[in-house]
T-cell receptor
Framework: AQSVAQPEDQVNVAEGNPLTVKCTYS??????LFWYVQYPNRGLQFLLK??????LVKGSYGFEAEFNKSQTSFHLKKPSALVSDSALYFC?????????????FGSGTQLTVLP | DGGITQSPKYLFRKEGQNVTLSCEQN?????MYWYRQDPGQGLRLIYY???????QKGDIAEGYSVSREKKESFPLTVTSAQKNPTAFYLC?????????????????FGPGTRLTVT
């Protein structure tokens, strides 16, 4: 079975400070990992993905994520937060072993960037 | 929101009525999905379809039904059997997921429909 956890329901950070949104996963094989962002009353927008290769993945809007196999984590980061980054962020995983059919999403983390 | 449209944006129904949510895509994707989003629970998969005239149940299919008569369209019916239908419903699409093609797991989402049943 595959699963993903986002341990923080809410993250607050001051504008200009670095931000981190945490994600851990559990899979049988190798993971395919994704981050999506959702603005109020909108659908999800793709930010970035890790499939293979470099552990540091760069995505849209200055976001990046670091894949750590030993810690089974895929934390989302940004060096300098903007107020416009305030949104709901979802991590998702798919096990490459084929034991699961679709993506599994985390419960989401509400990021608030304070001016 | 790409090439996926969902209508209406807001929908209100009385308890006991069936209601159908529309989802259309012009991305030429074979696979389409319906998710339900509730506060603090993330996205839960209701149904998905990888080809016309075929679909599979997701994790929470009870009280829902779908059809896939055209590649572009994947309507979801919330029936009166669904005990807690009030939620935000999201439709998504992708190319058909294949293990050897990791990018096929990247899904594109519509803007969502907020259903309120009273």
């Amino acid at each position: 079975a595959q699963s993903v956890a986002q341990p923080e329901d809410q993250v607050n950070v001051a504008e200009g400070n670095p931000l981190t949104v945490k994600c851990t996963y559990s899979v049988s094989g190798n993971p395919y990992l994704f981050w999506y962002v959702q603005y109020p009353n909108r659908g999800l927008q793709f930010l970035l993905k890790y499939i293979t290769g470099d552990n540091l993945v760069k995505g849209s809007y200055g976001f990046e994520a670091e894949f750590n196999k030993s810690q089974t984590s895929f934390h989302l980061k940004k060096p300098s937060a903007l107020v416009s980054d305030s949104a709901l962020y979802f991590c998702a995983v798919r096990d490459s072993s084929g034991s699961a059919r679709q993506l599994t999403f985390g419960s989401g983390t509400q990021l608030t960037v304070l001016p | 929101d790409g090439g996926i449209t969902q209508s209406p944006k807001y929908l209100f129904r009385k308890e006991g009525q069936n209601v159908t949510l529309s989802c259309e895509q012009n991305l030429n994707h074979d696979a389409m999905y319906w998710y339900r989003q509730d506060p603090g629970q993330g996205l839960r998969l209701i149904y998905y379809s990888q080809i016309v005239n075929d679909f599979q149940k997701g994790d929470i299919a009870e009280g829902y039904s779908v059809s896939r008569e055209k590649k572009e369209s994947f309507p979801l019916t919330v029936t009166s059997a669904q005990k807690n239908p009030t939620a935000f419903y999201l439709c998504a699409s992708s190319i058909v997921p294949r293990l050897a093609e990791p990018r096929s797991y990247e899904q594109y989402f519509g803007p969502g429909t907020r259903l309120t049943v009273t």
